[in-house]
């Protein structure tokens, strides 16, 4: 059974910076296509970043140029690097593996929380 195990978030200020990992169990991560996803109180949880297997990113116009996603497939991780925090960057960040593009095809993990506040 695939685990996520995410990692890394925390409180911040605004314009600030944080680094997320994912790392995923078993020996399938590398032919995956991964995302990360994030859920703020009261609103639908909603794909952020997703990269390909070959390595082909793609990201939410809110992020864009803000966040990087990217993996290491040595060791079963997918990271998110997060700059220029914004209050409205605060939610639940979660990574899964991806299906049709954006669709989440695993259970979830327990997600790691972001808060940005000055």
């Known amino acids: 059974q695939v685990q996520l195990v995410e990692s890394g978030g925390g409180l911040v200020q605004p314009g600030g910076s944080l680094t997320l990992s994912c790392a995923v169990s078993?020996?399938?991560?590398?032919?995956?296509?991964m995302g990360w996803f994030r859920q703020a109180p009261g609103k639908s949880r909603d794909v952020v970043a997703t990269?390909?297997?070959?390595?082909?990113?793609n990201y939410i116009g809110s992020v864009k140029g803000r966040f990087t996603i990217s993996r290491d497939n040595a060791k079963n991780t997918v990271y998110l690097q997060m700059n220029s925090l914004k209050p409205e960057d605060t939610a639940v960040y979660y990574c899964?593996?991806?299906?049709?593009?954006?669709?989440?095809?695993?259970?979830w993990g327990q997600g790691t929380q972001v808060t940005v506040s000055s």
């Open positions: 899964n593996f991806v299906i049709e593009g954006r669709l989440p095809s695993l259970p």
């Open positions: 078993g020996n399938i991560f590398s032919m995956n296509d």
């Open positions: 990269i390909t297997s070959g390595g082909h990113t």
